[in-house]
C-alpha cells in the first residue's frame, strides 16, 4: 500500500498552498485512496476518501474542507449530498446528479481515477465529463475534459522496472492544459502537483481494476 505526500502548487505563480498526505491501494471492491491535505502552516484544509469499483467507476466519495461535506458515487450518472459539516443530520443539505462518467477535485488521486476510467492505449484520446468540487466550500461545477495519452516509458528503478504514462489533459472550456505523469496508482507530477515522498513502489494497475 503505496503511502506518500504530494506539494500543492498554484499553477500560475507556484506559490506553495500545502500538502496532501495520501495511502492507496486494491481492495475488495476495486481501489481505495484515502488521504488529508493540509496548509503551508499545517492547518488541516481536508480529506479526501475515494473508493473504486472493478470498473473503475466512483463506487463512494466523501469530501470534507471549509467545514462542508460531500457524498456520493455513481448512480445513473453521478450523484451526490452536500451538507453542512456543522448539520449532522442533514437538515440542509443539498443533493446533486449529473450525466457525467465521474468525480473530480484538487487531490491527485482524481487524476488517478480519471486515467483509469478512461482506460486509453498509447496516441488514443477521450473526452470525459466530470463534476468538480471547488474548495474551500465544495461547490459543485459540471466540466469536460480531454485526455490523451502521449506516451508509456519504462525506467530502470532500484525495485525494477517502472512504467510510466504521459498524458495531456485539457479543460475544454477554458483550454488550460497540462501534462500528467503516472505510475500505477500513483501521480508523479501534475499541474500543481509534486510527489515529494513515497514509502513503498505504486501498484501495477491489473486489468480487474480498470486498465
Same mark, same amino acid.
Given at each position: 500500500?503505496?503511502? #506518500? !505526500?504530494?506539494?500543492?502548487?498554484?499553477?500560475?505563480?507556484?506559490?506553495?498552498?500545502?500538502?496532501?498526505?495520501? =495511502?492507496?491501494? /486494491?481492495? /475488495?471492491?476495486?481501489?481505495?485512496?484515502?488521504?488529508? +491535505?493540509?496548509?503551508?502552516? #499545517? +492547518?488541516?484544509?481536508?480529506?479526501?476518501?475515494?473508493?473504486?469499483? =472493478?470498473?473503475?467507476?466512483? $463506487?463512494? &466519495?466523501?469530501?470534507?474542507?471549509?467545514?462542508?461535506?460531500?457524498?456520493? #458515487? @455513481?448512480?445513473?450518472?453521478?450523484?451526490?449530498?452536500?451538507?453542512?459539516?456543522?448539520? /449532522?443530520?442533514?437538515?440542509?443539505? @443539498?443533493? #446533486?446528479?449529473?450525466?457525467?462518467?465521474?468525480? +473530480?477535485?484538487?487531490?491527485?488521486?482524481?487524476?488517478?481515477?480519471?486515467?483509469?476510467? &478512461?482506460?486509453?492505449?498509447?496516441?488514443?484520446?477521450?473526452?470525459?465529463?466530470?463534476?468538480?468540487?471547488?474548495? /474551500?466550500? &465544495?461547490?459543485? !461545477?459540471?466540466?469536460?475534459?480531454?485526455?490523451?495519452?502521449?506516451?508509456?516509458?519504462?525506467?530502470?528503478?532500484?525495485?525494477?522496472?517502472? !512504467?510510466?504514462?504521459?498524458?495531456?489533459?485539457?479543460?475544454?472550456? +477554458?483550454?488550460?492544459?497540462?501534462?500528467?505523469? $503516472?505510475?500505477?496508482?500513483?501521480? $508523479?507530477?501534475?499541474?500543481?502537483?509534486?510527489?515529494?515522498?513515497?514509502?513503498?513502489?505504486?501498484?501495477?494497475?491489473?486489468?480487474?481494476?480498470?486498465?
Amino acid at each position: 500500500m503505496p503511502n #506518500g !505526500r504530494y506539494s500543492l502548487h498554484d499553477t500560475h505563480d507556484h506559490v506553495l498552498l500545502g500538502e496532501e498526505r495520501f =495511502s492507496c491501494a /486494491p481492495g /475488495p471492491a476495486g481501489w481505495r485512496y484515502v488521504s488529508k +491535505t493540509y496548509g503551508p502552516d #499545517g +492547518t488541516v484544509l481536508g480529506t479526501t476518501d475515494l473508493t473504486l469499483d =472493478s470498473r473503475s467507476r466512483p $463506487l463512494r &466519495l466523501e469530501l470534507r474542507a471549509g467545514g462542508w461535506q460531500v457524498r456520493g #458515487g @455513481a448512480v445513473d450518472g453521478v450523484t451526490w449530498v452536500r451538507a453542512d459539516a456543522a448539520d /449532522p443530520a442533514g437538515e440542509q443539505a @443539498a443533493e #446533486g446528479h449529473d450525466r457525467a462518467h465521474a468525480f +473530480t477535485g484538487r487531490s491527485p488521486g482524481f487524476l488517478v481515477a480519471t486515467a483509469r476510467l &478512461l482506460r486509453l492505449t498509447v496516441g488514443a484520446s477521450s473526452r470525459v465529463r466530470l463534476v468538480s468540487f471547488t474548495e /474551500p466550500v &465544495l461547490a459543485p !461545477r459540471t466540466l469536460d475534459q480531454g485526455w490523451l495519452l502521449e506516451a508509456v516509458d519504462t525506467h530502470e528503478t532500484d525495485s525494477g522496472p517502472l !512504467r510510466v504514462e504521459r498524458y495531456q489533459v485539457a479543460d475544454l472550456e +477554458t483550454g488550460e492544459q497540462q501534462v500528467v505523469h $503516472l505510475a500505477g496508482d500513483v501521480v $508523479l507530477a501534475a499541474g500543481g502537483v509534486e510527489l515529494e515522498e513515497l514509502e513503498s513502489p505504486p501498484n501495477p494497475w491489473p486489468t480487474e481494476y480498470g486498465g
